[in-house]
């Protein structure tokens, strides 16, 4: 037999080969999704079993990631609903449902007959039609070791006055995804963007859907002009001239085998009505002035009193082949579409009872915004890097900034106290991505959210609050203590294990399964933290493999 004949030989052999492996692939996804819908299938008939209505007083929810947060359009409450938890062997998906009663701090878990299934990082919108409304779409289920995905592409609503589920079914609409975008506008509601990931592949999306909240109809909308290119995690809002605005997300793509490259996006939309033409829309880019927010994924978006865009939080993230980098955040933005124009949110202050200084006070130029920072000239804020070595040993570098050292011979102004008039240690959320928000009265409440220490993933269930017209100071409703969660190891034998395929589905809530527990940050300083540090991540197997189960871009 020639060369040529060896050759082809080979390459026939070669593709056999691969064609096995194929369909020996092909076979264990078929089984893993098989094994999912069964899992499904039984917390869904766990879920059949209430039959009335039942509100118990409880304690704060557990921590818990891509919830959704929403304010009760007529009562002074919050509504918490879904969201996951990964301990570090096992991710629970919830479809609890909470209230928060503002007035009297105090929580409610609500159990209503036939609720949506688990699921996390889906979106809800509430609308004030038939009482109040609360409407979801989407979102996944996670298997228990985190490695498969069932997005959902149902249609669900709340009626907050009797206290019902009720599922909308509607042809015509998106297709099943996580991470994607729904605002109310109008007599609609409208989707944009989001991802769907199975075992093998996974796709983004930048396709535009309307549910018509009269007819119960969805409606897929074709946009003239240049749009966003597909992505997840963006910013969403509508502004009060009638418009839609894009900003940011995030989106990945293969660059070789087995290798993703994912990217940040920090471009901004218009998405328009056209005028006279009914169901008629188009895309205009956009570029702001102001004071940008850098880069980022994972950030959180509510709408203020005055209609401001406000963003908040989010992880900045370097990423290399073999490495990745995290700076967490928890700065403030708006943006004024009005004047389209980006502000950072800076914080007054709590007031003094003492009489504030006035000497050296400089006359603002006329229009200044107090709200946006200072300009090019502005001095940048210090850091302090350090090492600290966790129980695990990995090695944390910590980023603390300090504030910003007045110039010698820069008077104070009116607003300011003086040295000796400086309160205690500044309130505020730690550092984070994914946190939850919503707006009710004039106020920003900020749930949860998630940071890492080395190769450890914190979820929090912390709960904060903000008066918007004042901006003063953050009020901690409820204090997280990260320290105090427990973080299973994985061992190799449960790695190389797909023996717990079904998770104890049974108890989801349980901890106990047998790997090394220990405290979340070991020997990290939590006061750190707190006070507006960063955490800098290796990228490790394991690392990489719980940032792939928080999906930081949902």
């Not at 920072?373 to 980023?399: L, M, S």
């Amino acid at each position: 037999m020639g060369k040529k004949g060896k050759k082809e030989k080979k390459g026939r052999g070669a593709e056999k080969t691969a064609a096995k492996m194929e369909k020996k692939v092909s076979k264990r996804s078929r089984k893993e999704e098989e094994d999912l819908e069964a899992l499904l299938a039984h917390f869904q008939a766990l879920d059949a079993t209430k039959t009335q209505v039942v509100e118990t007083p409880c304690p704060p929810p557990s921590p818990r990631l891509h919830a959704s947060l929403s304010a009760h359009p007529d009562r002074d409450e919050l509504i918490l609903f879904g969201g996951e938890y990964f301990d570090g062997q096992k991710t629970s998906v919830y479809n609890e449902l909470y209230t928060y009663n503002i007035r009297k701090d105090a929580w409610t878990k609500v159990e209503i007959p036939n609720p949506p299934p688990r699921r996390c990082a889906h979106q809800a919108v509430v609308v004030p039609q038939g009482g109040g409304q609360l409407w979801i779409f989407g979102g996944e289920f996670a298997s228990p070791d985190g490695e498969q995905f069932y997005h959902y592409k149902d249609l669900w609503v709340l009626h907050l006055a009797t206290k019902t589920w009720e599922q909308v079914r509607a042809t015509g609409g998106p297709s099943g995804r996580s991470g994607h975008r729904m605002v109310a506008w109008k007599r609609q509601l409208i989707l944009f963007g989001g991802f769907h990931e199975s075992t093998r592949d996974y796709i983004y999306y930048n396709d535009v859907y309307a549910f018509d909240l009269d007819t119960f109809t969805w409606s897929r909308l074709c946009p003239s002009g240049t749009g966003p290119t597909p992505r997840s995690g963006c910013q969403m809002s509508v502004t009060p001239q009638g418009s839609i605005v894009i900003y940011g997300g995030y989106s990945k793509q293969r660059v070789k085998k087995d290798v993703d490259r994912g990217t940040q996006h920090s471009d901004m939309f218009l998405l328009q009505p056209v005028d006279g033409r009914e169901g008629k829309w188009g895309w205009m880019r956009i570029n702001p002035a102001g004071a940008k927010p850098t880069p980022r994924s994972g950030f959180s978006v509510a709408v203020t009193p005055n209609h401001q865009t406000l963003l908040f939080g989010g992880v900045c993230d370097e990423e290399e082949e073999e490495s990745l980098e995290g700076d967490f955040l928890n700065d403030l933005h708006f943006y004024d579409a009005t004047r389209n124009r980006w502000f950072a949110g800076q914080l007054k202050g709590p007031k003094s009872e003492k009489r504030k200084r006035r000497r050296g006070r400089k006359a603002e130029p006329e229009g200044a915004d107090k709200q946006e920072r200072g300009g090019a000239g502005a001095q940048e804020p210090p850091e302090v890097v350090r090492e600290v070595v966790a129980e695990d040993g990995t090695v944390v570098t910590i980023k603390q900034v300090l504030a910003t050292p007045v110039p010698a011979g820069q008077p104070q102004s009116e607003e300011e106290d003086s040295p000796d008039e400086a309160g205690g240690p500044v309130v505020e959320p730690g550092p984070r991505s994914n946190a939850m928000l919503a707006v009710k009265h004039g106020r920003l409440y900020l749930y949860g959210g998630m940071f890492e220490a080395g190769d450890r993933q914190v979820t929090l269930g912390d709960l904060y609050c903000l008066d918007l017209h004042k901006m003063q100071e953050w009020t901690a409703l409820v204090e997280a203590d990260p320290g105090a969660q427990e973080w299973l190891e994985e061992t190799e034998s449960e790695e190389d294990s797909d023996e717990d395929a079904e998770g104890g589905s049974d108890d989801e809530d349980s901890g106990d399964s047998g790997g090394e527990a220990g405290g979340i940050l070991g020997a990290v300083d939590q006061g750190a933290w707190k006070n507006g540090s960063f955490f800098t991540c290796p990228k490790s197997p394991e690392c990489f493999g719980h940032r792939a189960r928080a999906q930081k871009h949902k």
